[in-house]
């Protein structure tokens, strides 16, 4: 098979040019063993074109040779996020105004006509009313986009909104039973039942054993008898009148010195919690009667479908706007090629799906796990084109599966899997174990199968970890001698714990409770760290590049956090502190930097310079140099206005004001005011650098070489911004307060 029959899909750029050069190194290296062998030579030939990029790139390579097919304009880009964030709130600004104004007419109508408003009329100020908040209708916009972005993840996101309309089209209980919300719930309440009913157990246990408290044995088995009644209950009001009528069996008050008292509480403290998680299950989901839910679920879809609609409308909306601008997002890569890729509402094949199904032999799909619906229909589209098109093999593991949030669907995954047979049949099916790990020693193996065979159900991270699920050493070359580590360590730290502080710092800090847990975990770090890196007793690893033993260096080490925010900066201060070289890749900081926040306020006050905050900050800023008596003079002086008019009226000299601080920026900025219009972002950004001297003065102060990188970033996302559908320092200063509310921060630079 020549490489260019094979489409292979990585999910990351990255992956696909790694993939692309080890193949091509693999070739060549096979190449000078058989120098005669040709076809070896074709295919280091064919490799360069060889389809092997990830998911969106190959939809945008269907797109860009079969845009006819869906008239398409031909000469699109992809769109930035932040300019897509701002298109999003540009429709959906103008949605809720259109909506608004097409209420007051229709009220308006109705007084007219002196008739009441009927319920479609009403239908959108009660939903407004309903999911919105006491100020705005930001919380209603909110909900709107989010169920855009499940919608986007079907591949036929109006059929979705559609079908979840039915979902409030129910009569009867019977019909409630079988929305799919409903068995949701069913399901979760089973869940926790089994584990009230595993709390229960142990108490059961306790009370059987020698010094048990045995006297409440009696109650605790009328509890697992109407504990095991819950669990077989199949229907919401079924589960909701047993939760109602119970009542408990008070525990026996005979007293036994034989009995241990730690025992005792311990029991009562397990059924005590056990009451209270079944109370608050029935607060929870069990605060009104079925018929009063029927009723309310009734109520409800009028709202619901106006929702449903008004997030369809949106989604088109949205689309004009983008096809206007010539711009698409990665859900238009998906939807254009599936688009492309299959016809009709029956949702065949098509002409050019039928074309790839004949040009690829094989695809193959790495991180399968992560797939997500609309991504399996497109492979799905070529594979079944044919009779006998392309076969696929998918490489994954569910449990690494971490984009469920980005809506990826690791059910399909575990669906073949439960699917597939170990041995190839007459389905052509087939599914290999790779339960071999070569990256790993024993020793980590054998922790992580511990822990995920004690917490990882098919409930609980889509797997039941068995034998068949666990990891088993692959590489059993890993050198064995004194110094190499045969352990896995678990390091706890609990608040009360003062030890960790290191004995000549309990005089300066008194004890580790003046720090916060976070930095006090960091130090046990820190600690740690040194003990590995001692030249005389610390660990051993093997170099990468000899293969051979060595003893452990700093750059050995990494640290993994559940999150960065909050987190990275404290850890990288306190090893610092410790003499510990440390580099850490921020994520955070960038827009509240002293620098950017000053750039940012001028560009704010050049924009419109009657904003009393950003005006004060920039006059506060290096820029001016103005302290706080002076801030107070120009307030004085002009009263009855803003701040910000009382600075230009100080600076335009009115009433006899004078100030050569101001005189000195009032020049500057009218002649940056003057060129806002006609001038680039990043031009402009140049001029007020240059002209203020603020990019010097940052350069020259403490860490001054991040400084100067961090408004270098700036001037770089100006450009960037330079190239959106978006022109003008008004759309840049909200091009940039959309990455601040939406916390693309870029981190500080890297020095």
Not at 142 to 166: G, N, T
Not at 564 to 587: D, H, K, N
Request: aromatic fraction near 10%; glycine fraction near 4%; proline fraction near 2%.
């Amino acid at each position: 098979v020549d490489v260019d029959k094979l489409l292979v899909v990585t999910f990351t750029n990255a992956a696909a040019a790694e993939m692309s050069e080890r193949i091509l190194q693999a070739l060549e290296k096979k190449a000078e063993e058989e120098p005669e062998n040709m076809h070896l030579r074709k295919q280091i030939t064919l490799v360069k074109n060889a389809h092997i990029c990830t998911f969106h790139s190959f939809c945008q390579s269907v797109i860009r040779n079969h845009f006819n097919e869906i008239e398409l304009d031909p000469n699109f880009r992809i769109g930035d996020d932040t300019e897509l964030q701002l298109m999003k709130n540009d429709v959906m600004e103008a949605l809720f105004e259109e909506k608004y104004k097409e209420y007051r007419e229709e009220k308006e109508q109705a007084q007219a006509e002196k008739r009441e408003m009927t319920e479609e009329e009403e239908a959108f100020i009660n939903l407004v009313e309903c999911y919105a908040g006491n100020k705005n209708d930001d919380g209603l916009r909110k909900i709107i986009l989010q169920l855009y972005h499940f919608a986007m993840s079907s591949p036929w996101p109006e059929e979705w909104l559609e079908e979840k309309k039915k979902m409030y089209e129910v009569a009867t209980m019977e019909e409630l039973n079988q929305t799919d919300w409903m068995k949701f719930l069913l399901q979760y309440l089973s869940q926790i039942l089994e584990g009230i009913k595993e709390k229960n157990r142990t108490a059961l246990r306790i009370a059987g054993e020698a010094d048990g408290p045995e006297m409440y044995l009696d109650a605790l088995l009328d509890d697992e008898e109407y504990l095991e009644a819950l669990s077989q209950k199949k229907s919401y009001e079924e589960l909701g009148d047993l939760l109602a009528e119970h009542k408990w069996k008070r525990l026996s008050t005979k007293k036994s010195d034989q009995v241990s008292a730690e025992k005792r509480e311990q029991v009562k403290s397990i059924r005590d919690e056990v009451k209270k998680t079944l109370a608050d299950l029935s607060k929870q989901f069990f605060f009104q009667s079925s018929e009063q839910m029927l009723s309310d679920m009734q109520e409800q879809k009028m709202p619901m479908c106006a929702l449903l609609d008004l997030t369809m409308e949106f989604k088109r909306n949205f689309q004009c706007a983008k096809e206007e601008k010539r711009v698409l997002d990665f859900n238009d890569l998906e939807h254009y090629a599936l688009a492309i890729l299959v016809d009709g509402e029956e949702h065949v094949s098509s002409a050019v799906a039928k074309a790839y199904s004949q040009q690829f032999v094989e695809i193959l799909v790495d991180e399968y796990q992560d797939s997500n619906e609309v991504q399996e229909t497109i492979l799905q589209s070529i594979c079944q084109a044919e009779e006998n098109g392309p076969s696929l093999f998918m490489v994954g593991d569910v449990k690494q599966s971490i984009y469920k949030f980005r809506m990826a669907r690791p059910e399909l995954f575990m669906g073949k899997y439960a699917e597939f047979p170990l041995q190839a049949g007459a389905q052509q099916k087939l599914r290999i174990d790779l339960s071999k790990n070569f990256r790993s020693r024993g020793v980590v193996l054998e922790s992580v199968n511990r822990i995920f065979q004690e917490i990882m159900r098919q409930s609980l991270g889509g797997v039941e970890y068995d034998e068949a699920a666990a990891l088993y050493l692959g590489n059993k070359g890993f050198p064995q001698e004194e110094g190499v580590s045969d352990t896995t360590e678990l390091l706890l730290f609990c608040d009360e714990d003062t030890d960790v502080v290191p004995e000549e710092e309990k005089e300066e800090e008194q004890n580790a409770e003046t720090l916060s847990a976070i930095e006090v975990e960091a130090r046990m770090v820190a600690s740690r760290i040194q003990e590995l890196v001692d030249q005389e007793h610390g660990l051993k690893v093997v170099d990468k590049k000899t293969g051979l033993l060595r003893k452990c260096e700093y750059g050995d080490i990494v640290i993994l956090l559940r999150t960065a925010y909050g987190w990275a900066e404290t850890f990288r201060e306190v090893l610092a502190s410790q003499g510990i070289p440390v580099y850490c890749t921020s994520r955070t900081g960038y827009f509240s930097a002293t620098e950017i926040v000053t750039v940012l306020n001028y560009l704010k006050v050049c924009d419109n310079p009657l904003q009393d905050i950003p005006m004060a900050a920039v006059l506060a800023s290096p820029i001016v140099g103005m302290d706080d008596e002076e801030l107070a003079q120009i307030r004085s002086a002009f009263k009855g206005v803003s701040f910000a008019q009382a600075a230009l009226s100080a600076m335009a000299g009115e009433n006899g004001y004078e100030d050569e601080k101001l005189k000195a920026f009032a020049l500057v900025f009218e002649r940056l005011r003057g060129a806002v219009a006609d001038t680039p972002i990043h031009e402009l950004l140049y001029m007020m650098l240059d002209e203020t001297g603020f990019y010097r003065y940052a350069s020259a102060m403490p860490a001054g070489k991040r400084r100067r990188q961090n408004i270098d970033m700036l001037i770089e996302m100006a450009t960037a911004y330079e190239k959106t559908s978006y022109k003008g320092l008004f759309h840049f200063v909200r091009y940039i307060d959309i990455q601040q509310k939406y916390e693309i921060d870029y981190g500080e630079a890297d020095t």
